[in-house]
């Protein structure tokens, strides 16, 4: 079984880029607003989620709050990837909920090694490596 990520991302130029880099190594959900993305997690219990904290209505501080809360998501490592990146944003994602944080523009070189970092071992060996 290959791990599942949901990526919470509203810009299509980021979704596809990520979505590009992880396709063959995991199986991707892909969602453009906070509520179809919370919709999502419950509905299909990702193992993973990579958060935008700038969306559309509700933003990645609410977002993460809310899977916090919930007892079906409550468990799932969020890696916030954002290029919002004023000084203590990274706190205050990680203070939501975020066990991870990764800045845009994302270095694709780098950014899976990036991304395993923040991930507990059972997770990183679902994916497809080589």
């Known amino acids: 079984m290959s791990l599942r990520i949901l990526i919470i991302e509203d810009n299509e ?9 992880l396709e063959d190594k995991c199986q991707i959900l892909q969602a453009y607003n906070g509520t179809d993305g919370i919709h999502l997690a419950l509905e299909k219990s990702p193992d993973v989620i990579l958060l935008d904290i700038q969306l559309p209505g509700m933003d990645g501080y609410a977002i993460a709050g809310e899977l916090i809360k919930n007892p079906s998501t409550r468990g799932i490592p969020i890696i916030a990837v954002t290029s919002y990146a004023m000084v ?3 706190e205050r994602i990680m203070k939501a909920g975020a066990t991870g944080y990764i800045e845009k523009p994302i270095d694709p070189d780098n950014f899976i ?3 395993i ?4 071992e059972n997770l990183v060996n679902k994916m497809n490596l080589p």
């Open 113 to 115: 090694s990036q991304m």
């Open 117 to 120: 970092s923040f991930l507990p």
């Open 88 to 90: 203590g944003d990274k």
């Open 13 to 21: 130029q980021n979704m596809y880029m990520l979505s590009y880099l």
